[in-house]
């Protein structure tokens, strides 16, 4: 009974750990993290150590260059942390959107920031969309992460 309560408690943490690579307030790659281990737990699970170092390596990696990134990528352009911070509020906006609202809310939500700081059209178009770059760039590397992680996990799980 307990190795379905971990296995369904795995599948939960990798649906939310793909979504926390969207959603700035959720952890995505750590999440998915924790529902190998999870899994790790019950008979269907059998990673070796190997595997599991190699991915909590990928996911501390990762969860660090997720701040890193983007301010990076704001300040190749040349932007402010209030480009960023507009491409998140941006991004939750965009969320209820659909998928256009993903690419389109960050970018304006940048822009807004920008124009925020500085009243200048051509510097927050730039700037905001260096942080747009950055922020997305940040988005890549979670999801690719998770949806590693969610591979092994798959493979585990039927293997």
Do not use: H
């Amino acid at each position: 009974m307990l190795d379905y309560v971990l296995l369904i408690l795995g599948i939960v943490l990798m649906i939310i750990g793909i979504i926390g690579c969207l959603v700035p307030v959720l952890p995505g790659p750590p999440l998915s993290f924790l529902g190998l281990i999870a899994l790790q737990g019950t008979r269907f699970g059998d990673f070796n150590s190997t595997t599991l170092i190699i991915l909590a390596a990928i996911t501390i990696v990762v969860t660090i260059l997720d701040y890193i990134v983007p301010i990076w990528g704001t300040k190749k352009f040349g932007g402010s942390k209030y480009g960023t911070r507009g491409a998140t509020v941006g991004l939750i906006i965009g969320l209820f959107l659909g998928p256009v609202g993903i690419i389109v809310g960050p970018l304006l939500g940048a822009i807004v920031g920008e124009l925020i700081f500085k009243d200048d059209m051509g510097y927050a178009v730039k700037a905001g969309f260096g942080s747009l770059l950055g922020f997305l760039t940040g988005i890549g590397l979670k999801l690719a992460a998770s949806f590693i992680m969610t591979f092994y996990f798959v493979k585990e799980w039927i293997a």
